[in-house]
């Protein structure tokens, strides 16, 4: 994680960058057939991308692959839920290095 990347979490809070990352998950990987599927999450921009690449949780296809989210079906909101809290995990642990 960049100093960039820090600086922007420590001025917005874990709490809205929780927000925003619930909110990329809802629109970008959540619904049956993403649009853009596997080019949705850029690489740079925003702390929560970053963290997505890492954990696998890009798109469905890494999701597919790594943690058997099935495609073609609507994440339901409690698996959403487990995404965020597993992409704020790493955001955390990434901000104590």
């Not at 960039?4 to 917005?12: F, P």
């Not at 809205?16 to 596997?38: W, Y």
Request: aromatic residues 8%; glycine residues 6%; charged residues 30%.
């Amino acid at each position: 994680m960049s100093k960039v990347d820090r600086k922007y979490i420590a001025e917005k809070g874990m709490a809205k960058i929780r927000s925003h990352c619930a909110d990329f998950i809802q629109t970008r990987l959540a619904p049956e057939n993403p649009p853009n599927d596997g080019k949705q999450t850029p690489m740079r921009g925003h702390p929560v991308f970053k963290a997505q690449h890492a954990c696998a949780c890009c798109c469905r296809s890494c999701l597919a692959k790594w943690w058997k989210v099935p495609r073609g079906v609507e994440i339901s909101n409690e698996r959403q839920r487990g995404i965020v809290d597993f992409l704020m995990a790493w955001i955390e642990l990434e901000m104590k290095r």
